[in-house]
């Protein structure tokens, strides 16, 4: 569910707390626009657009003075039936417990007791009672039940969690969200790694017919904060349960975002195992499958970033070479299996007939010098099977000048017969911008061919009507964007990789990204597009599904690459194709029917408010 980044619009000044109520989600924060601090709250239906619903909240004394907003912290909001219940902590001195007021519709709350918690936040089950008593969680080195009919008297019960973990100086845990759900009470609480600055979400669902019984317990984080946040400017406001999926809310200096996370029902599916750990690819123990051949000096010092395709019972890998006249060229080598390589032809397959005659040049350096060397040449190929023509893509490189987008094709009869007689390479992107990762969708839609492509740092998409492209006058121009995440992983740059796999969730779109806490490793990330608007992305990979941590992918452990360009399914695996080091061709793998659940499960897309006034 993403959408175009807005910055959150009029002064908000400080989150405090989030909570929903039949349709709508509330977000109460201090605001200063009359100059005095005070709280207002704003309301939207879709937990993303915000309007102000009340410009004045206040918490109001024993002798019905209002309370300065300063004195008031670590708000928790509940929706009862006909009033809301605030339990807050009034002063910084009171350490031992919390206070409690009512209101029957937003605007003043009027205190109605107090809880002892070991100054320990919490919140009262909304919507909900039983036998009579309103029931509040909340952790105190374990999960404590207080029970009250009045909001005065408490009972207080404790309930033992099995992955509780333990909280000391280095973890903090506490309770971040609660609701009522057809499922169950779902107690949301956040454990904060802060050895490793991380903040992870995990949860407990009760038994509505006794909240003292656990029906079910997370043993793992269903989502944890990247590493990259810090958490020093980050504060999570809030998780809500919205339409059976939760969403967290936080604060930056850039405003609020929210990131919606599994469905609940998913989670329950899935229970122990974490989630985004267990999205990834599996790389093969026979890593490199495809090396420098020394005696082949079109070839003799680096093979890598291949295509591939799976036609006629076989992967066919189309892979970059560099030799001893420094420019690239497109080997071929085949696999029955998509691992071993049964079949490697000794010459090229591909080569530029403009790039024939291009020398090194000694006494000058390009500003636009490639990635993986060379002085020029065709690199980095993606291809795409559309009827019986093969299509591929390619960066052309002249040594010199801005790095190009070319197409070319063959018949797939003459590329099976090996009879390789290439169409005249076109450009088909603009010679004033540096252009490159380029791929066709082996589908139309709408009757429209679609072509991705990247203009640092963006992901572009077009749609066209041919691929007749002269070469001169016409040009890709980036009707549409997939763009670098702030505060993530590919934060940076990211670009396509292979060319996409149809499945039913979806396009399938293996890219690469750079971060710019990492700006000298290519890793990878997943995708999923609408099937009938790939310019739609409907999940996308909160961690990296890959890294350069072997040795075969890193030179000199300093600068990292895992750089895919090829991909197939067989056998319900997903095969994974890319450069290593910018030197060898390596594959890996994952059942790819999970790959996609995983997929879905994890993606975290970041979303910016928006409020109207």
Same mark, same amino acid.
């Given at each position: 569910?993403?959408?175009s980044?807005?910055k959150y619009?009029?002064?908000i000044?400080?989150?405090n707390?989030?909570? $929903?109520?039949?349709?709508?989600?509330?977000?109460?924060?201090?605001?200063?626009?009359s100059?005095?601090p005070?709280?207002?709250i704003?309301?939207?239906t879709? *937990?993303?657009?915000f309007?102000?619903?009340?410009?004045?909240?206040?918490?109001?004394d024993?002798?019905?003075n209002?309370?300065e907003?300063?004195?008031?912290?670590?708000?928790?909001?509940?929706?009862?039936?006909?009033?809301?219940?605030?339990?807050?902590?009034?002063?910084l001195?009171?350490?031992?417990?919390?206070?409690?007021?009512?209101?029957?519709?937003?605007?003043?709350?009027?205190?109605?007791?107090n809880?002892?918690t070991?100054g320990?936040i919490?919140?009262?089950?909304?919507g909900?009672?039983?036998?009579?008593?309103?029931v509040f969680?909340?952790?105190?080195?374990?999960?404590?039940?207080?029970?009250?009919?009045?909001?005065?008297?408490?009972h207080?019960?404790?309930?033992?969690l099995?992955?509780?973990?333990?909280?000391d100086k280095?973890t903090?845990?506490q309770?971040?969200?609660?609701?009522?759900t057809?499922?169950?009470?779902?107690?949301?609480?956040?454990?904060?790694?802060m050895?490793?600055?991380?903040?992870?979400h995990?949860l407990?669902?009760?038994d509505k017919n006794n909240?003292?019984?656990?029906?079910?317990?997370q043993q793992?984080?269903?989502?944890q904060?990247?590493?990259?946040?810090?958490?020093?400017?980050?504060?999570?406001?809030?998780?809500?349960?919205?339409?059976?999926?939760?969403?967290?809310y936080?604060?930056?200096q850039?405003g609020?975002f929210?990131?919606?996370?599994?469905?609940?029902s998913?989670?329950?599916?899935f229970?122990?195992?974490?989630?985004?750990n267990?999205?990834r690819?599996?790389?093969?123990?026979?890593n490199?499958?495809?090396k420098?051949?020394?005696?082949?000096?079109w070839?003799?010092?680096?093979?890598?970033?291949?295509?591939?395709?799976?036609?006629? *019972?076989?992967?066919?890998l189309?892979y970059?070479?560099?030799?001893?006249?420094?420019?690239?060229?497109i080997?071929?080598?085949?696999?029955?299996?998509g691992?071993?390589?049964?079949?490697?032809?000794?010459?090229p397959?591909?080569i530029p007939?403009?790039?024939? *005659?291009?020398k090194?040049?000694?006494?000058s350096?390009?500003?636009?010098?490639?990635?993986? *060397?060379?002085?020029?040449g065709?690199?980095?190929?993606?291809?795409?099977?559309?009827d019986?023509k093969l299509?591929?893509?390619y960066?052309?490189y002249?040594?010199?000048?801005?790095?190009?987008?070319?197409?070319?094709?063959?018949?797939?009869?003459?590329?099976?017969?090996q009879?390789f007689?290439?169409?005249?390479?076109?450009?088909? $992107?603009?010679?004033?911008?540096?252009?490159?990762?380029?791929?066709?969708?082996?589908?139309?839609?709408?009757?429209?061919y679609?072509?991705?492509?990247?203009v640092?740092?963006?992901?572009?998409i077009?749609?066209?009507?041919?691929l007749?492209?002269?070469?001169?006058?016409r040009?890709?121009?980036?009707?549409y964007?997939?763009s670098?995440?702030s505060?993530s992983?590919?934060s940076?740059k990211?670009?396509?990789?292979p060319t996409?796999?149809?499945?039913k969730?979806g396009?399938?779109?293996i890219?690469?990204?750079?971060?710019?806490?990492?700006?000298?490793?290519?890793?990878?990330?997943?995708m999923i597009?609408?099937?009938?608007n790939?310019?739609?992305?409907?999940?996308?990979?909160q961690?990296?599904?890959?890294?350069?941590?072997e040795?075969?992918?890193?030179?000199?452990?300093?600068?990292?690459?895992a750089?895919?360009?090829?991909?197939?399914?067989?056998?319900?695996?997903?095969?994974?194709y890319?450069?290593?080091?910018?030197?060898?061709?390596?594959a890996?793998?994952?059942?790819?029917?999970?790959?996609?659940?995983?997929l879905?499960?994890?993606?975290?897309?970041?979303?910016i408010?928006?409020t109207?006034?």
């Amino acid at each position: 569910m993403p959408v175009s980044a807005q910055k959150y619009i009029g002064n908000i000044g400080v989150g405090n707390t989030l909570f $929903s109520d039949k349709n709508r989600v509330y977000l109460l924060y201090r605001s200063k626009e009359s100059g005095k601090p005070r709280f207002q709250i704003d309301s939207s239906t879709d *937990g993303l657009n915000f309007v102000s619903f009340c410009r004045q909240t206040e918490l109001l004394d024993i002798d019905g003075n209002p309370v300065e907003t300063k004195e008031i912290q670590d708000i928790r909001i509940s929706a009862l039936t006909n009033k809301y219940i605030w339990v807050y902590r009034k002063e910084l001195k009171r350490k031992k417990s919390l206070s409690v007021a009512v209101s029957p519709d937003l605007r003043q709350f009027v205190p109605c007791g107090n809880i002892t918690t070991g100054g320990k936040i919490g919140q009262i089950v909304p919507g909900y009672q039983f036998r009579d008593q309103y029931v509040f969680y909340f952790i105190q080195d374990s999960l404590k039940i207080a029970f009250s009919k009045d909001f005065q008297k408490w009972h207080i019960e404790t309930c033992k969690l099995e992955y509780l973990p333990k909280e000391d100086k280095f973890t903090k845990i506490q309770i971040v969200g609660l609701a009522n759900t057809p499922k169950g009470i779902l107690v949301l609480y956040s454990v904060l790694e802060m050895d490793n600055s991380t903040l992870g979400h995990k949860l407990v669902v009760f038994d509505k017919n006794n909240p003292r019984k656990i029906l079910f317990e997370q043993q793992e984080p269903f989502w944890q904060s990247p590493p990259e946040w810090g958490l020093r400017e980050i504060k999570l406001l809030g998780i809500i349960y919205w339409g059976d999926r939760l969403i967290s809310y936080w604060q930056s200096q850039e405003g609020i975002f929210a990131i919606p996370h599994a469905k609940l029902s998913e989670i329950l599916r899935f229970k122990t195992f974490l989630p985004f750990n267990w999205l990834r690819l599996h790389k093969i123990r026979d890593n490199p499958i495809i090396k420098p051949i020394f005696e082949h000096l079109w070839e003799s010092k680096a093979t890598f970033n291949p295509a591939a395709f799976y036609d006629e *019972g076989k992967v066919h890998l189309l892979y970059r070479a560099i030799g001893e006249g420094d420019r690239s060229v497109i080997g071929y080598a085949t696999s029955n299996d998509g691992i071993q390589i049964d079949q490697r032809l000794d010459e090229p397959i591909f080569i530029p007939k403009n790039m024939q *005659g291009i020398k090194r040049n000694f006494n000058s350096y390009s500003p636009f010098a490639s990635g993986g *060397g060379g002085y020029g040449g065709c690199e980095d190929p993606r291809i795409t099977k559309i009827d019986d023509k093969l299509y591929m893509t390619y960066v052309h490189y002249d040594g010199w000048n801005h790095p190009r987008v070319a197409l070319t094709s063959i018949g797939i009869d003459d590329f099976h017969k090996q009879n390789f007689h290439w169409s005249d390479p076109v450009f088909i $992107s603009s010679p004033h911008v540096i252009d490159k990762n380029a791929c066709i969708l082996p589908e139309k839609i709408d009757g429209k061919y679609v072509i991705f492509h990247r203009v640092f740092p963006n992901i572009l998409i077009d749609f066209v009507d041919d691929l007749d492209f002269d070469g001169k006058s016409r040009w890709l121009t980036g009707e549409y964007s997939i763009s670098p995440r702030s505060m993530s992983w590919d934060s940076r740059k990211v670009g396509v990789g292979p060319t996409p796999i149809k499945t039913k969730e979806g396009w399938l779109v293996i890219y690469h990204g750079v971060g710019d806490d990492d700006p000298s490793r290519y890793k990878m990330g997943a995708m999923i597009l609408d099937i009938n608007n790939p310019a739609k992305v409907l999940y996308r990979s909160q961690r990296p599904i890959l890294e350069p941590t072997e040795s075969y992918e890193n030179e000199g452990y300093k600068y990292g690459v895992a750089y895919p360009c090829g991909a197939v399914e067989l056998k319900e695996q997903l095969i994974v194709y890319y450069g290593g080091a910018d030197t060898v061709v390596c594959a890996a793998t994952a059942p790819i029917n999970n790959f996609l659940e995983m997929l879905k499960y994890n993606h975290p897309e970041q979303l910016i408010l928006k409020t109207v006034n």
